[in-house]
């Protein structure tokens, strides 16, 4: 089945500069790569998603990559905000089923 | 109006007791899923129906049982219960994917199992 690393685990930065959080699967199959945001005490949602037809994905402060030779995608957010720390779990699909990344912990410090 | 709810916010319980965890989703997805998140926040699939019709089922031990009556309703029961089960469970809706298509999950607001 499919297996998602994600790093780093935490990630300390200070408000104003870019954050970036890497993932590696291992499925080759896999073609859909959403992103997750969780704040404290809430449920995950839905930030960006990327499908593997595409290399690159734009949404404000945010931006996804994808490399499917290497088999890694990124998150990438610009200009930090303290409403930004939260946990962010990647995750990738071959179909229906979708495995997620072991979560990063943002904390963005003023 | 609440997507994906499920009942109750918060569950207290004790060793070897039984207790039921509710869903319901109005976006008109086909797929439901339960996720488990432990204190690590690690965030595991349990178990996926696509229509009524159980699709996925990981190496989630027997005391716990799914039970989807329509495709807008998935329910989580759980046999004597042991202090490993306290997490957080997260129902989730989807529309179906296909061999070439996926869609975001939709998370409810998860329930929060404490064992002792």
């Known amino acids: 089945g499919e297996n998602v690393e994600q790093h780093p685990s935490t990630l300390s930065v200070q408000e104003g500069d870019s954050a970036v959080i890497k993932c590696t699967y291992s499925?080759?199959?896999?073609?859909?790569f959403p992103w997750y945001k969780q704040e404290l005490g809430k449920r995950p949602q839905l930030i960006i998603d990327?499908?593997?037809?595409?290399g690159e994905k734009k949404d404000q402060r945010i931006a996804v990559t994808l490399n499917k030779t290497a088999k890694h995608f990124s998150l990438h957010i610009t200009e930090t905000q303290p409403e930004d720390s939260a946990v962010y779990f990647c995750a990738a699909s071959p179909g229906s089923k979708l495995t997620f990344g072991t979560g990063t912990r943002l904390q963005v410090t003023l | 109006d609440t997507a994906v709810s499920q009942t109750p916010k918060y569950l207290v319980t004790q060793m070897g007791n039984d207790k039921s965890i509710k869903c319901e989703q109005n976006?008109?997805?086909?797929?439901m899923y339960w996720y488990k998140q432990d204190s690590k926040k690690f965030l595991k699939i349990m178990f996926s129906y696509n229509n009524k019709e159980l699709i996925i089922n990981e190496t989630v031990p027997n005391r716990f049982s799914p039970k989807s009556p329509d495709k807008a309703h998935l329910n989580l029961h759980i046999n004597s219960l042991e202090l490993g089960d306290s997490a957080v469970y997260f129902c989730?809706?989807?529309?179906?994917?296909?061999?070439?298509?996926?869609?975001?999950?939709?998370f409810g607001n998860g329930t929060r199992l404490t064992v002792t």
């Open positions: 989730a809706s989807s529309r179906p994917g296909t061999s070439t298509s996926n869609s975001p999950l939709h």
């Open positions: 990327i499908r593997s037809n595409v």
């Open positions: 976006l008109g997805h086909d797929t």
């Open positions: 499925d080759s199959a896999s073609n859909y």
